[in-house]
């Protein structure tokens, strides 16, 4: 149809402005102007124009402003995800780093990061102490010998070792009328502190020298340990567990140091002295104490246990027991130590008894002294109280192994776990 006129509905067809121009052009005028204009107004704006056509080219900035803007948004929202992008490789990048540093100061820590073992850490050790003085040249070369032969023969060399102080201490207990009801002792144990070669990581080879020490002057074990008649150094006991992985013991924790110590300053602990002596037929048990079960964080529990241990089979009336036990391997987080006894006082509380590879020959000696008044004793004494860490492990022995019990165990460490005291 043809286009009608807006005033009169008239139908105007192409002629409709004419007609509009010429009929209702006295309508055409702004209200108050008088003038007869049309005003057209902007609908983005509210701006009035006099012309048709400005009124569209004015429109149309708009659309071109609206477009630019939007494509500006669009470039903004680009530049910020880039940037946010950026930003996030940049922080994956710092946590990654973070942890390779992490990871490599941990391998450090429990020395897994090839920076040599035993032999390395000695000579390092020595320079130092002839660089500053404190170590003569003759007497280097005098300890390197030293050291090169007992790393060729795989004995220590005992230069770090105190014997005769379960001897002393019974001694002592015998004259002893204060505090001590009752003291059970292990049959006799050598002290063996850490060197210039293993400070820092060697607790837990140490550890294992006092177990045997004790374990080799026992007839019940030399069948087992017939092939270790002498106490090994730390680089053999190394290459004695390696053995005891290629046997099939504890595959899990053999991979956790890539099958391989011997030349690392590995830490190791409960599980590796575990599958080192049931490798070697001494039948043990790990007993785990995975947290405290007394008041402040203490682990009365772990006395009790201790405390039957020696105990059993020896319910005589004398104070001092000297018992046929082996020590005790007790582990914590980043240390280890040897139970060597355990007292019970008079009002009944309990006190653990405990070789530390951190304590030097000079102080071990002191307690060989005949008058002794028992001071030394603090080097040893651990009572409920000061045994706080969160979890404690034990490694116990108790007998030997038929080579077929020996076999089981090895399948059964397939999936190593040991026994936790609720």
């Known amino acids: 149809a043809p286009p009608e006129c807006p005033f009169c509905g008239e139908a105007a067809g192409r002629e409709l402005e004419e007609h509009v121009r010429a009929r209702h052009g006295h309508l055409l005028g702004a209200p108050g102007t008088g003038d007869g204009e049309q005003l057209y107004e902007c609908p983005m704006c509210g701006l009035t124009c006099t012309n048709i056509q400005i009124l569209e080219e004015h429109v149309d900035l708009h659309l071109e402003e609206h477009s630019f803007s939007e494509g500006g948004n669009i470039r903004d929202l680009e530049l910020a995800q880039r940037l946010q992008s950026e930003e996030d490789e940049r922080q994956r990048s710092e946590e990654e780093k973070r942890e390779r540093e992490e990871f490599k100061k941990l391998q450090r820590q429990y020395g897994l990061d090839n920076s040599g073992g035993f032999k390395q850490q000695f000579l390092r050790n020595m320079e130092r102490e002839v660089d500053r003085g404190r170590m003569q040249p003759f007497e280097y070369h005098k300890r390197k010998a030293d050291m090169m032969e007992s790393l060729a023969s795989g004995i220590d060399d005992g230069k770090t070792k105190t014997s005769g102080v379960i001897e002393a201490l019974c001694r002592y207990y015998q004259n002893e009328n204060k505090d001590v009801r009752r003291v059970w002792l292990s049959a006799g144990v050598d002290h063996f502190h850490s060197s ?41 006991i190394q290459s004695m567990i390696e053995d005891a992985w290629r046997e099939g013991f504890d595959p899990h924790g053999a991979s956790h140091f890539n099958n391989r110590l011997h030349g690392s300053k590995a830490w190791i602990g409960a599980c590796e002295i575990y599958s080192l002596l049931t490798s070697l037929r001494i039948k043990c048990q790990i007993i785990d104490f995975h947290k405290p079960t007394g008041p402040m964080g203490t682990h009365p529990r772990l006395f009790e246990w201790i405390l039957h241990y020696y105990s059993t089979d020896n319910e005589g009336g004398a104070k ?36 530390d590879p951190g304590c030097s020959s000079q102080e071990m000696q002191k307690l060989l002294k005949q008058n002794s008044d028992g001071t030394g004793l603090k080097l040893l004494r651990k009572s409920v ?17 038929s080579s077929e019990e020996k076999a089981a165990r090895c399948r059964a460490s397939q999936v190593l776990t040991s026994e936790k005291i609720p």
Request: hydrophobic share 35%.
């Open 196 to 236: 210039l070669g293993d400070r820092g990581w060697g607790c837990g080879y140490r550890n294992f020298q006092m177990l045997l020490s004790s374990l080799l002057q026992n007839s019940f074990y030399n069948d087992c340990l017939r092939d270790t008649t002498l106490i090994p150094s730390i680089p053999k």
């Open 320 to 355: 001092v027991v000297c018992t046929s036990k082996p020590p005790i391997y007790l582990q914590h987080q980043g240390h280890s130590r040897t139970v060597v006894g355990i007292e019970e006082k008079k009002n009944k509380s309990l006190c653990l008894l405990l070789f």
């Open 385 to 401: 109280g000061s045994l706080k860490e969160k979890q404690y492990q034990i490694v116990a022995v108790d007998g030997v192994l």
